[in-house]
T-cell receptor
Framework: QKEVEQNSGPLSVPEGAIASLNCTYS??????FFWYRQYSGKSPELIMS????GDKEDGRFTAQLNKASQYVSLLIRDSQPSDSATYLC??????????FGQGTELSVKP | DADVTQTPRNRITKTGKRIMLECSQT?????MYWYRQDPGLGLRLIYY???????NKGEISDGYSVSRQAQAKFSLSLESAIPNQTALYFC?????????????FGPGTRLTVL
């Protein structure tokens, strides 16, 4: 079992729809969770951090955390073609390391 | 703007050559990391350093070495490059004092080993 798992996609949504990206993790002691966006050939960019159970909203992005189910998700409302990218879930591991999922490719169709 | 920079941005080299990738940051962060990214394999940690005197191996350190010359500089060396080290390499930094390990990435170095 991988420590951090994401569906690789591609996930295709129409412009204006809600995109839902999911991530599960195996280490129950993890306390910090991150979503990065990576455009093709570019570096990962941190877009959301979440540390407590529940929802955290920032503009069109909402991160959701359920530690009991070891599940993190990212919702993108009113999806735009510019949101087309690979989204990486990262989980903080004891010792100061991040473990990354393989990423979910999102395609937003005009 | 506080930033993370990497040099070179692209490098083509031959099998057996020694090469160095450099990372500098003006963020004032104490922690620095080197990752490689391969299609389908995600980001994998090569080495990390929590301060100038602290160097740690990541999950794929074989064939690589690092040097933390100063708090702001962290270099990655391939002693004898091989074709399967062809990848996209990223440097990242984080600030220990925040306690949450948000990492910020440099622009990357695309390395090709022929």
């Amino acid at each position: 079992q991988k420590e951090v798992e994401q569906n690789s996609g591609p996930l295709s949504v129409p412009e204006g729809a809600i995109a839902s990206l999911n991530c599960t993790y195996s280490d129950r002691v993890s306390q910090s969770f991150f979503w990065y966006r990576q455009y093709s050939g570019k570096s990962p960019e941190l877009i959301m951090s979440i540390y407590s159970n529940g929802d955290k909203e920032d503009g069109r992005f909402t991160a959701q955390l359920n530690k009991a189910s070891q599940y993190v998700s990212l919702l993108i409302r009113d999806s735009q073609p510019s949101d087309s990218a690979t989204y990486l879930c990262a989980v903080n591991k004891e010792g100061g390391k991040l473990i990354f999922g393989q990423g979910t490719e999102l395609s937003v169709k005009p | 703007d506080a930033d993370v920079t990497q040099t070179p941005r692209n490098r083509i080299t031959k099998t057996g050559k020694r090469i160095m990738l450099e990372c500098s940051q003006t963020k004032g962060h104490d922690r620095m990391y080197w990752y490689r990214q391969d299609p389908g394999l995600g980001l994998r940690l090569i080495y990390y350093s929590f301060d100038v005197k602290d160097i740690n191996k990541g999950e794929i350190s074989d064939g690589y070495s690092v040097s933390r010359q100063a708090q702001a500089k962290f270099s990655l060396s391939l002693e004898s490059a091989i074709p399967n080290q062809t990848a996209l390499y990223f440097c990242a930094t984080s600030d220990r004092t925040t306690g949450v390990n948000e990492q910020f990435f440099g622009p990357g170095t695309r390395l090709t080993v022929l």
